[in-house]
Structure formats: C-alpha cells, structure tokens
C-alpha cells in the first residue's frame, strides 16, 4: 500500500503543486490578474486544443468502436449528482428555481482542462488519452445545453436568442475545434510532421503546466465566503458522489478497464469554472458556485489520491 501511495503522489503533488504554485503567485501579487487572464486565454485558445488535435491525430481507436458503456456511466452519474444539487438546493437551501439549476451545474460539471487533461495524462499516459478527449468533446455541449434549457425554457421555452448564443459559444469553442480537427485528421490519415510536428510539440508540452498554473492564479479570484453550506454541498456530490456513481457502472456496463477508469477520474474532478461563469451570467448562485470550485479544487486533492488507490494505479 505504501509503495502504491508514493507512485500515486508522484502522480498527483506535480500537477497541484503547480496549481499551489499559480495560486501563490497571485496571492503575493508576484502575477497580476492580467497575467492569469492571459496565461488562460493562451491554455484554453491554443495550446489545450493543439495537445487534443496532436493526440487524436495519432490516436489508436478500439476496434470495436467506442464503447456505449462508458458514455451511459459517466452521464448517468452526471445527471443524478445534477438532480441531487438542484434538489438539495429547492428543499434545503430553500433558493429558487434558476439558482437550484445553477447549483446542480456545479455539482454535475467537471473541470476537464484545467485538472482533467493534465491529471488523467499523468496517471494512465497515451493509452488514457482517448477516451479521455472523447469524453471531453461532448460532456461541455451536453452539460451546457442541459443547464441553458433548464435555466431559460422555464419560462416558456429557449429563446431564439439564447439558443444562437449557445449554438455560436458551442461552434467557436476552441477546444471543441481542436477535438473535431483531430478527429477529421484521423479519419484522412493526417499527422503532422516535419515544422508543423515541432511547433505542435512545443505547443502542447507547455499545455499541462501553463493550464494548472493558470488555475491556481484563477483560484484566487474565487474566494470561499457566503454560501459554505451549499458549496460544502455540492463538493461532496462533485468529489464523492459522483464518481463512486460511475464507479459502480463502469463495473456493470461493458468497456475496456482503461476508458473504465477514466470515467471514474474523469468524474473525480473539482466543478468546473463554467459552473462560476454560468452563475455570473443569471446574478444568481454566484457565491456557492465559486466557493464549490475553489474548495473542490482545494479537498480535490486528497480525494483523487483516494480514487487512484482505489483504481489501483500504481
């Protein structure tokens, strides 16, 4: 057990010891917030999406195509710990209906880039690559869509505004092109080579490392104040609950051990920054959302250690 927990932390205490490192930085003012602005904008815009195109590019599919399995168990567990979190909100929390929507996005949505990518490389290397950009392709659309239907079709349904504004934001994502332009690459039988291979390399080594100091520098905008009851809450739901939901699929629905165990990482992650950004959007839930992403992010630690043990990853 003990030779497992050191081959784990190696695995864990680089990529939170360079979240600490971002978030040290801003709290001294060594970086300011235009430093983590940019620094973001640079991870999610281009250097994320060059690393996802690159992967996919070269990938090695399954022969027997992608395995229904995996997506039944990992949205299954999303959408109950989203039900659960709108619920808790409404009876125990008392807060209205879009706020109940607002906390049941942060308890379903996952940090996938930030944490995601760089964790879940780590631990199960090229071999976990795929399903891992895979699943990431369409868990933003469908948690976004979701979240937007339920907050704006409660009054008579999406607006023609509302439904162009999350059609564009979907369109345009950038990592959503990367993943889509690795997967045309592989169905031609592209990959890049020569210069364009060099640049594509050096784009994507500084992925991992400049996405979680950009997190720990986003952090520090995002105070634990206000709301601690729902946001101790939802972290439970996001940390525990979920992926032990996913968990129990994976071992009852078919698919490779692999994708099995990415699921469950994958739905071990802190609530995403989106769930924050949603909530800024409607004025509501704005408190408990932040508060769930920083201290997620922060117990995350020791709870993804936990799920690795349990995985077995040695």
């Not at 930030?114 to 699943?135: H, R, S, W």
């Not at 609530?271 to 201290?295: C, K, P, T």
């Amino acid at each position: 057990m003990l030779a497992q927990l050191g081959a784990i932390t190696l695995i864990v205490a680089p990529v939170f010891g360079l979240i600490g490192l971002g978030y040290l930085a801003s709290l001294s003012g060594h970086l300011r917030e235009r430093a983590a602005e940019g620094l973001s904008e640079y991870v999610f815009g281009l250097a994320v999406p060059v690393l996802i195109f690159k992967t996919l590019a070269g990938a090695r599919l399954p022969e027997e195509g992608q395995p229904w399995g995996y997506w039944i168990a990992y949205f299954t567990g999303a959408f109950i710990v989203f039900a659960l979190g709108m619920l808790a909100a409404k009876r125990v929390f008392h807060r209205g209906y879009t706020e109940s929507v607002i906390h049941g996005f942060t308890s379903g949505q996952a940090n996938t880039v930030f944490v995601g990518v760089p964790l879940i490389l780590q631990a199960y290397g090229p071999e976990g690559a795929v399903p891992l950009f895979l699943l990431i392709a369409v868990h933003l659309p469908i948690m976004m869509v979701v979240a937007t239907v339920l907050t704006e079709g409660v009054a008579g349904g999406l607006s023609a505004a509302g439904l162009k504004k999350l059609v564009r934001l979907l369109a345009f994502n950038p990592i959503l092109i990367g993943i889509y332009a690795g997967g045309v690459a592989k169905l031609v039988g592209f990959e890049p080579s020569g210069v364009l291979k060099q640049i594509a390399d050096m784009l994507s080594a500084s992925a991992v490392p400049c996405a979680l100091v950009s997190l720990g520098l986003a952090l520090h905008r995002y105070p634990i104040r206000g709301d601690i009851g729902p946001a101790l809450l939802i972290t439970l739901l996001k940390l525990v609950v979920h992926p032990a939901l996913v968990y129990v699929l994976t071992r009852m629905l078919p698919m490779p051990p692999v994708w099995a165990d990415v699921a469950v990482v994958f739905a071990a992650m802190p609530s995403g920054i989106n769930a924050y950004l949603l909530a800024q959007r409607y004025r509501v839930g704005v408190s408990a959302s932040a508060g769930a992403v920083s201290l997620s992010t922060a117990a995350s630690l020791f709870t993804i250690t936990l799920w690795l043990m349990i995985l077995g990853v040695q």
